[in-house]
């Protein structure tokens, strides 16, 4: 949203503020505003992700085995990759952690999922931040080697294993599959990653 736009916003409230009153100023005009500028800023944050993104060096189209089993060495460089992303942003991950499951709970009550503009309302408080897990995230790609159509997929079967790898053993009906084996291979990262499951809800 640019300032055009968000002017034509004002502009309109202004209108509605001298037909209905201050309480149509602070119901409708000032939530208004701050979704206006929560977009803006957020719009030029993503955009910076975007270009961070084309630093990733490996792009070789990445080809997903059938039964979706990872290797070893898959999970070794996605979990240094995390590491990476954890130990930049330090403390403040929780932060994303809390944000994420805020609007979890949002969902959860509302019974709907949050859509883009509760992210974008939700976000704007952490100016940068996503773009400096990004920054680590390309780094860490570039060191490992990984392109993000891999990444993707190693981050995609690892958070749908989690779970699993939460608990101890896998229950025996699941024994030899994929998902049992997924979880295995996590099981010994599985701190880290509980700590990093809502940079994936972000795409990092």
Known sequence: MNKKVLGGCFAVGLLLLVIGGASVFWFVVRPLWQVGSAISESAQQWQQVAQLEQQVRNRQPYREPAEGRLDTQQVQRFVAVQQQIADRLGGRIEQLDAKYRELKDRQSRDGREPGVQDMFVAYSDLSGLIVEAKRAQVEAL?????????????????????????????????????????????????????????TAWLGL
Do not use: D, I
Request: a negative charge; charged letters at 20%.
């Open 142 to 198: 570039n060191a490992q080697g990984l392109s993000l159509e891999e990444y993707r997929w190693v981050r995609t079967q690892s958070f749908f294993a989690l779970g699993l790898a939460a608990e101890n053993e896998a229950p025996p009906q699941l024994a030899g599959g994929a998902l049992a084996a997924n979880a295995e291979l996590l099981r010994p990262h599985r701190e880290l990653l509980m700590k990093t499951v809502a």
